[in-house]
């Protein structure tokens, strides 16, 4: 495999960001020089990866845990982009591993959940970036806070970076089983349109937590016309040192990579705009008259409120809301509507007619 002069990458890493889809992988963690060697190279013989990562740092739920080889790894990661012409990637989570990443050639930067979910690590780790030109990725924080993964991007953007993307890694949820991070893909979906000049990867393997599940949520990502996808990869994931079960051989990623159908998020078809304008139109009507109908039922919970505040009422009547809910189960389950979405859906509208008929009984 051809070498590159690693001092002339700017362009390709510059091409590199601008690929879609942009697909990154390597290991979890860089555990030898000679794991990091190899991986790279049959990563790279796939065809399909743009950028070669590794986790260098690893911060840890409990102490005890594997924490990363540390600085010495980098000169594995750079010998990788030597051996394999593709740019390097990897988390910094303080201002030194950020000028330790920069020493060694690291070609661009993500800041890590764990990191994003604490406004003073992305200062400071914002702050160390101040006059470098490098790409930074932020994952979104552990819990579920749109604001704070807009703040981690404020203050990258205020530090004068120029080339920021984010990555979807699914966020923490109590009681959550068949994730091990919940994918939550409002949130991604609603920062997307916040943002809808900047990339957004998927991260199926930090979602997932285990092999088995990656090809589904992959697929969902690029059906959401997300711009990529980091997969973690190993030789040997079986025997990994961190997150075995969630790392999938390179072979198995370029098979992965050849299964998944890659969509687009338009097309130049005179006939398919002509017929999904008919059909939106359609949603647009039919949403109107959603809007009317609700607006109806919000001036019956208005009759209602008065009627509760003549009588000193209480506005909640726990056991009506359950009837309301299970005659809404059933009809739901017969329209094809899943019982999430009408638990959702009558939560919203309860709170607002809860809302209608408080102003009434406090007017």
Same mark, same amino acid.
Not at 100 to 112: S, T
Not at 144 to 168: C, M, N, S, T
Not at 243 to 264: C, F, G
Not at 293 to 315: C, F, H, L, P, S
């Given at each position: 495999?051809?070498?590159?002069?690693?001092?002339?990458?700017?362009?390709?890493?510059?091409?590199?960001?601008?690929?879609?889809?942009?697909?990154?992988?390597?290991?979890?963690?860089?555990?030898?020089? $000679?794991? =990091?060697?190899?991986?790279?190279?049959?990563?790279?013989?796939?065809? &399909?990866?743009? %950028?070669?990562?590794?986790?260098?740092? &690893?911060?840890?739920?409990?102490?005890?845990?594997?924490?990363?080889?540390?600085?010495?790894?980098?000169?594995?990661?750079?010998?990788?982009?030597? !051996?394999?012409?593709?740019?390097?990637?990897?988390?910094?989570?303080?201002?030194?591993?950020?000028?330790?990443? %920069?020493?060694?050639?690291?070609?661009?930067?993500?800041?890590?959940?764990?990191?994003?979910?604490?406004?003073?690590? =992305?200062?400071? =780790? $914002?702050? $160390? %970036?101040?006059?470098?030109?490098?790409?930074?990725?932020?994952?979104?924080?552990?819990?579920?806070?749109?604001?704070?993964?807009? #703040?981690?991007?404020?203050?990258?953007?205020?530090?004068?970076?120029?080339?920021? #993307?984010?990555?979807?890694?699914?966020?923490?949820? /109590?009681?959550?089983?068949? /994730?091990?991070?919940?994918?939550?893909?409002?949130?991604?979906?609603?920062?997307?349109?916040?943002?809808?000049?900047?990339?957004?990867?998927? @991260?199926?393997?930090?979602?997932?937590?285990?092999?088995?599940?990656?090809?589904?949520?992959?697929?969902?990502?690029?059906?959401? *016309?997300? *711009?990529?996808?980091?997969?973690?990869?190993? +030789?040997?994931? @079986?025997?990994?040192?961190?997150?075995? &079960?969630?790392?999938?051989?390179?072979?198995? %990623?370029?098979?992965?990579?050849?299964? +998944?159908?890659?969509? &687009?998020?338009?097309?130049?078809?005179?006939?398919?705009?002509? !017929?999904?304008?008919?059909?939106?139109?359609?949603?647009?009507?039919? *949403?109107?008259?959603?809007?009317?109908?609700?607006?109806?039922?919000?001036?019956?919970?208005?009759?209602?409120?008065? /009627?509760?505040?003549?009588?000193?009422?209480?506005?909640?009547?726990?056991?009506?809301?359950?009837?309301?809910?299970?005659? !809404?189960?059933?009809?739901?389950?017969?329209?094809?509507?899943?019982?999430?979405?009408?638990?959702? /859906?009558?939560?919203? =509208?309860?709170?607002?007619?809860?809302?209608?008929?408080?102003? +009434?009984?406090?007017?």
């Amino acid at each position: 495999m051809q070498a590159i002069d690693t001092n002339n990458t700017k362009e390709l890493v510059q091409s590199k960001w601008n690929k879609r889809p942009l697909i990154i992988s390597g290991p979890c963690s860089a555990e030898t020089e $000679a794991q =990091v060697l190899e991986t790279a190279q049959r990563l790279a013989a796939t065809g &399909k990866v743009d %950028l070669l990562r590794a986790g260098i740092w &690893k911060p840890r739920t409990r102490p005890g845990s594997f924490e990363g080889i540390g600085t010495k790894g980098l000169p594995w990661m750079q010998q990788a982009k030597k !051996a394999t012409g593709l740019p390097i990637t990897i988390e910094v989570a303080t201002g030194k591993q950020v000028e330790d990443a %920069l020493h060694f050639d690291v070609d661009v930067l993500w800041i890590g959940a764990r990191t994003t979910v604490n406004p003073f690590s =992305v200062q400071e =780790v $914002a702050d $160390a %970036l101040r006059g470098v030109d490098v790409p930074v990725l932020i994952k979104n924080p552990i819990n579920p806070d749109l604001e704070l993964w807009i #703040g981690a991007v404020e203050r990258v953007a205020k530090a004068g970076i120029k080339q920021i #993307g984010l990555i979807h890694r699914g966020f923490s949820a /109590y009681g959550n089983t068949e /994730y091990r991070n919940a994918p939550m893909w409002h949130l991604a979906i609603e920062m997307k349109r916040r943002n809808p000049g900047m990339m957004m990867i998927n @991260d199926p393997s930090h979602i997932c937590g285990r092999r088995d599940i990656l090809m589904d949520v992959a697929q969902k990502a690029i059906d959401l *016309d997300f *711009d990529g996808l980091i997969i973690e990869s190993h +030789i040997d994931p @079986d025997n990994a040192w961190s997150d075995a &079960k969630q790392q999938i051989t390179p072979e198995r %990623l370029s098979e992965m990579l050849s299964e +998944i159908v890659w969509r &687009k998020e338009d097309s130049n078809s005179e006939e398919f705009h002509l !017929a999904l304008e008919k059909l939106r139109q359609q949603i647009n009507h039919l *949403d109107d008259e959603l809007m009317q109908i609700i607006g109806q039922r919000m001036k019956v919970a208005e009759k209602i409120g008065e /009627y509760k505040k003549n009588n000193d009422i209480t506005i909640l009547q726990t056991n009506r809301w359950n009837e309301i809910l299970e005659r !809404a189960f059933k009809k739901g389950d017969k329209l094809g509507l899943s019982k999430e979405f009408i638990t959702k /859906y009558f939560d919203a =509208v309860h709170m607002e007619s809860i809302n209608h008929q408080n102003k +009434i009984m406090n007017s």
